[in-house]
């Protein structure tokens, strides 16, 4: 990488983003706090508490209803989240910007109203091997109701997706590629913008899962050119409660309500319900408001620390433990795509990744054991189960070093 090019190391200043999160500073089982789960959920800075807190403090009042200068000031504010959350991933509108509550939520909801619409017996669906569940269950619901078939595009040793067999798979009857931009056990990172543009090629829409991918990279939806896209606001240092499904304008018009009831509606008879215009369409009930509050504060942090920033840190992070993992003596890391986010996975010979968990855990260090809610890339690799270490822009060097001793004392009670 050259110098204009790309930041080459980091000038994050660590000691005061760790002072803006105020859980990292607490002791667990009387050691100091390493918190490696961010894959799981992240933490939040302060800002984002004060937010959620001085919008029930202040604000507090139901939106898009009443004509009282709260109602109003709510309004404002949640109006307010959505177009920061438009700017931040370049969306062409903010109407495109649908509040859901994660995104479980945003992929059940196309998949109830975009693929029952569209997509019927005999037609395609694919998805491939390092799917979160929740972009899983949702399309095998779908396929079950209208006999549609579920197609998986295999992922090779390393953690990347199969081109070739991408390739092979994309036919007229492709309704729907609905693929994650970054993988949760696995962390690589999808060659997003071509997975979409083999797609469009034979004319099916793509909705990209990008939970894993918001908290770590600039994402813009004006160049990946994707017709959806989902994340989750709690892994992007954001409440949870709160999530947010991306669809072009031309999608979502023409998809019929997911959830029916107030807000969600122009006017109501017994004779004839007249549907709201977007995204109020999709918004059926009273919103999360303070959780959107809560989502755009969030979005304004990591926009001011600059994603020039947040990658080159994480980066070297992933190289420098990805490095200290590999010379350990019976730990094999899983997921080692040449692109890939703060994602490290690894199972050990003498020990469960449960056992590591626990044992981790007793020296304040916390990652996730288990499936990491894709079983599918557990059974592609031949394991029940992986220890993750999953970073986030406050983790540093020492954190890195505490697991890795961490990993020195499971050695030690299993040997
Ligand atoms: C966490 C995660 C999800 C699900 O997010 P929820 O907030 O639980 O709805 C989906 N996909 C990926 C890649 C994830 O990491």
Redesign the pocket.
């Known amino acids: 990488m050259t110098a204009g090019n790309r930041a080459t190391a980091s000038t994050l200043n660590l000691e005061k983003i760790r002072s803006d999160f105020p859980i990292l500073s607490q002791t667990v089982n009387g050691q100091s706090l390493v918190y490696l789960d961010n894959?799981?959920?992240s933490q939040k800075p302060q800002s984002v508490i004060d937010a959620i807190v001085d919008y029930y403090t202040t604000t507090n009042s139901n939106v898009h209803r009443g004509v009282h200068t709260l109602s109003q000031r709510a309004t404002d504010s949640y109006e307010g989240a959505r177009t920061k959350i438009q700017r931040f991933i370049n969306a062409s509108d903010d109407k495109e910007i649908i509040f859901t509550?994660?995104?479980?939520?945003?992929?059940n909801l196309v998949a109830y109203s975009y693929g029952r619409k569209n997509i019927g017996p005999g037609d395609d669906i694919i998805v491939s091997n390092m799917?979160?569940?929740?972009?899983i269950v949702p399309w095998q619901m779908l396929c079950e109701e209208n006999g549609a078939n579920l197609l998986v595009v295999p992922i090779d040793d390393t953690g990347s997706l199969v081109m070739d067999e991408y390739q092979k798979m994309l036919t007229p009857r492709t309704k729907l590629v609905s693929i994650?931009?970054?993988?949760?056990a696995l962390g690589t990172i999808q060659n997003a913008k071509q997975i979409v543009r083999m797609a469009h090629d034979i004319g099916s829409p793509v909705l990209l899962?990008?939970?894993?991918a918001v908290p770590h990279m600039p994402v813009d939806m004006q160049d990946l050119d994707c017709d959806f896209y989902?994340f989750?606001g709690?892994?992007l240092f954001g409440p949870?409660g709160i999530?947010v499904l991306y669809g072009k304008a031309e999608y979502l018009e023409a998809m019929p309500p997911f959830l029916g009831g107030g807000e969600m509606i122009k006017s109501v008879t017994f004779e004839k319900t007249i549907y709201n215009d977007l995204p109020y369409k999709f918004e059926g009930g009273t919103p999360d408001i303070a959780g959107a509050v809560g989502l755009g504060a969030a979005i304004d942090y990591v926009t001011n620390l600059g994603f020039d920033q947040i990658t080159a840190h994480e980066e070297e992070l992933l190289r420098y433990g990805t490095e200290l993992l590999s010379c350990i003596d019976g730990v094999t890391i899983v997921g080692t795509a040449a692109h890939k986010a703060g994602i490290l996975s690894f199972v050990m010979d003498k020990a469960h990744p449960h056992d590591i968990g626990t044992i981790l855990d007793e020296q304040g260090i916390a990652i996730r054991t288990g499936h990491?809610?894709?079983q599918p890339v557990m059974h592609r690799f031949q394991i029940p189960a992986t220890a993750r270490a999953s970073f986030a822009f406050y983790n540093n060097k020492e954190d890195i070093d505490a697991l890795v001793k961490g990993i020195d004392r499971v050695i030690e009670v299993f040997s």
């Open positions: 894959g799981a959920t509550r994660n995104t479980t939520e945003g992929i799917e979160h569940h929740s972009n994650t931009h970054v993988s949760n899962d990008g939970a894993q989902v989750s709690h892994k949870t999530g990491h809610c894709a």
